[in-house]
């Protein structure tokens, strides 16, 4: 894992363009923010959203506008609305996210999120 220091900056998300990703049903759209070790992404899925794969990445997503569940492969789910979060770290969970009625998310992944092994 590197380190990278990051001096104090703003993002203004509506300069960032905003990547098209296909899911199994509808659309997600991201803006992304990638540092050394870090990304920070603003992710809007569109109505009757589903993630087009289980993912093992570890997030910190927080619900920023709308709702939407976050389903584990091991038949749990989660549904989180505005000002929810969930965190979890890489390979701890196969999870995917579908949505309704739509929603928009901030989401955090990087380095820092990798699993420890003792």
């Not at 990051?6 to 203004?12: A, S, Y």
């Not at 199994?24 to 087009?52: K, P």
């Not at 997503?61 to 389903?71: I, K, P, Q, R, Y």
């Not at 949505?99 to 380095?111: F, P, R, T, Y």
């Amino acid at each position: 894992m590197h380190n990278q220091n990051i001096p104090f900056q703003t993002i203004d998300w509506s300069l960032i363009p905003k990547e098209e990703h296909l899911g199994d049903r509808g659309t997600a759209f991201w803006q992304t923010v990638q540092f050394e070790g870090l990304r920070v992404r603003i992710v809007e899925y569109s109505n009757d959203y589903m993630a087009d794969h289980w993912c093992q990445k570890g997030h910190i997503v927080h619900c920023l506008e709308g709702e939407f569940t976050s389903e584990l492969q091991s038949g749990e789910n989660f549904t989180l609305t505005k000002g929810m979060t969930y965190v979890v770290s890489d390979n701890l969970s196969s999870h995917r996210s579908v949505s309704e009625n739509g929603v928009k998310l901030l989401i955090i992944d990087g380095d820092f999120l990798k699993c420890k092994t003792e």
